[in-house]
């Protein structure tokens, strides 16, 4: 049975399960929350706030079956709610997210054939293997699919499967391939140090697909490190450089004949509960920094002490796509590179696209809420 108590001087509902778990449920915050003032079938709050005093007061709580009945002084309002929806919202807890999974860091120890893999038919065809893929996936950072078909538009429909692609001025989809004129150093054979990909974006992309059509070349192997794990390291070993980077908006800036799209990051971004939550890292779009003169030099020996350890073969693993293999990862946590590669000995082509993290969180909820 469940226990209620009205403390009227605290302004709180006292909940006690018959699990042992408490909680104080504010007033303010059950009103504002009553199952009424949600539309039924949007479920978007129709509640105005502004409609109640901040010291409104209940004149009763009872139990009733699996329901908590409040009944409001005032207007007399009665409000329904589940005991076990209550107890799941709990305040200080708050709902619980299938989508919020804890990063598992890793660094140069990770066996490439140790990484998340599924076979595309599995994921195009089961939900089940889908959820597990995304959930493993979410964990590393990084992942494959194999047996992919050899059609350019595979790996479009895979990342459909998850979310809607995300567009930019590269369009979207772009081909990872040698080309004459090219607008970005992707398009040529040299080599390309780790990165995150558009860093100059308002919102840099989420999760990043590459379905290798061909890599025939010499040369050209992916590289990818885990970011989370040297910022994790760097915090560890030297807590100013982390503050700095972590601190300090610098700029970055793509442009070209028909775009010049420029946007101030942090280099490590924390979340609003100083979680780690991605990292905007590209040397080749970094802006002209515009730091006061007198934190410059501090500032650069930060990001030169960031920037090396992305080059130490402490974190870095590297792996040959082949062609059928698809490689995901998250743009905002895990960077990725290539060495240089002689067009002249083959031809490779690589076919991308992204789909944003919430686009990629939201796939995890709906398939957990299907499986459960």
């Known amino acids: 049975m469940t226990n209620l108590s009205l403390r009227g001087e605290d302004r709180v509902l006292h909940v006690a399960w018959p699990n042992g778990i408490e909680a104080d449920f504010p007033f303010v915050w059950l009103r504002d929350n009553c199952p009424s003032g949600f539309h039924p079938q949007t479920r978007e709050r129709q509640f105005d706030l502004t409609s109640i005093p901040m010291d409104i007061t209940i004149d009763s709580a009872a139990e009733d079956s699996d329901d908590i ?3 409001w002084a005032g207007d007399g309002h009665v409000s329904r709610y589940r005991a076990d929806w209550l107890l799941a919202r709990r305040p200080g807890v708050g709902l619980a997210d299938p989508a919020r999974i804890e990063p598992v860091l890793w660094r140069d120890d990770l066996d490439p054939d140790t990484l998340p893999r599924a076979a595309a038919r599995n994921l195009m065809a089961r939900d089940d293997a889908l959820l597990d893929f995304l959930i493993a996936t979410k964990k590393t950072g ?3 699919v194999d047996g992919m078909a050899d059609d350019p538009e595979a790996g479009m429909a895979m990342a459909r499967r998850i979310g809607f692609l995300r567009e930019t001025n590269f369009g979207t989809t772009f081909e990872v391939m040698s080309k004459p004129n090219p607008n970005n150093l992707a398009y040529t054979s040299h080599a390309l140090p780790l ?4 860093a100059n974006q308002e919102l840099p992309p989420g999760f990043q697909f590459l379905h290798c059509l ?3 070349a010499e040369g050209g192997g992916s590289t990818f490190c885990d970011g989370f ?4 390291d760097l915090q560890a070993e030297d807590p100013d450089a982390f ?6 908006p610098v700029p970055f800036r793509f442009q070209d004949e028909d775009y010049d799209i420029r946007r101030h990051h942090r280099v490590i971004d924390l979340d609003p509960f100083g979680n780690l939550q991605e990292l905007h890292f590209n040397a080749h779009l970094a802006g002209i920094f515009d730091l006061p003169a007198d934190e410059m030099e501090a500032y650069y020996r930060a990001y030169q002490k960031l920037m090396q350890m992305t080059r130490s073969p402490d974190y ?13 990862f998250d743009n905002r946590r895990v960077l990725h590179g290539r060495a240089a590669f002689d067009p002249g000995t083959g031809f490779r082509h690589l076919r991308g696209c992204y789909v944003d993290r919430g686009e990629f969180d939201s796939r995890i909820r709906v398939l957990s809420r299907m499986a459960g």
Do not use: K, P, W, Y
């Not at 990165?195 to 558009?198: A, Q, S, V």
């Not at 794990?229 to 994790?232: C, G, L, R």
């Not at 503050?243 to 300090?248: F, G, V, W």
């Not at 590297?318 to 062609?323: A, D, E, F, M």
């Open 142 to 144: 990084l992942a494959l």
């Open 229 to 232: 794990a040297i910022a994790s």
């Open 316 to 328: 870095v693993i590297t792996t040959r796509l082949q062609g059928g293999e698809m490689v995901i």
């Open 195 to 198: 990165h995150t990909d558009l």
């Open 214 to 216: 061909a890599n025939e």
């Open 243 to 248: 503050r700095l980077l972590a601190e300090t």
């Open 69 to 71: 009945v409040l009944t």
